[in-house]
Nanobody, 127 residues
Framework: QLQLVESGGGSVQPEGSLRLSCAASGFTVDNYPIGWFRQAPGKEREGVSCISSSGDATDYADSVKGRFTISRDDAKNTVYLQMNSLKPEDTAIYFC????????????????????WGRGTQVTVSS
């Protein structure tokens, strides 16, 4: 059974950092694209970042470019989202998801493209 479990969320002050983890089971993260998404209260879900199964393609939302970095540890079967220079507007529940396609050099940030989702981890940025 495919499963994704997020961790690493928490409360941090503006300009602080957090690293989110997305641990996969039932499949290996080098088989499918993995995306990070977030949803704040009253707002639509936003595709934050993604990484292709080959690992050589990544994409970021304009709102996080230069601040967030997606990476992967195949030995741990885990995808990370390093978040630096956090802002209050980054406050949201963050989800990771897997897209069951066989396109090694592709990843997308459209939520409708993804097939399996974790339950999310809360990130709160506040002074």
């Amino acid at each position: 059974q495919l499963q994704l479990v997020e961790s690493g969320g928490g409360s941090v002050q503006p300009e602080g950092s957090l690293r989110l983890s997305c641990a996969a089971s039932g499949f290996t993260v080098d088989n499918y694209p993995i995306g990070w998404f977030r949803q704040a209260p009253g707002k639509e879900r936003e595709g934050v970042s993604c990484i292709s199964s080959s690992g050589d393609a990544t994409d970021y939302a304009d709102s996080v470019k230069g601040r967030f970095t997606i990476s992967r540890d195949d030995a741990k079967n885990t995808v990370y989202l390093q978040m630096n220079s956090l802002k209050p507007e980054d406050t949201a529940i963050y989800f990771c998801a897997a897209q069951l396609i066989l396109k090694p050099h592709y990843c997308g940030r459209g939520g409708n493209e993804y097939d399996y989702w974790g339950r999310g981890t809360q990130v709160t940025v506040s002074s």
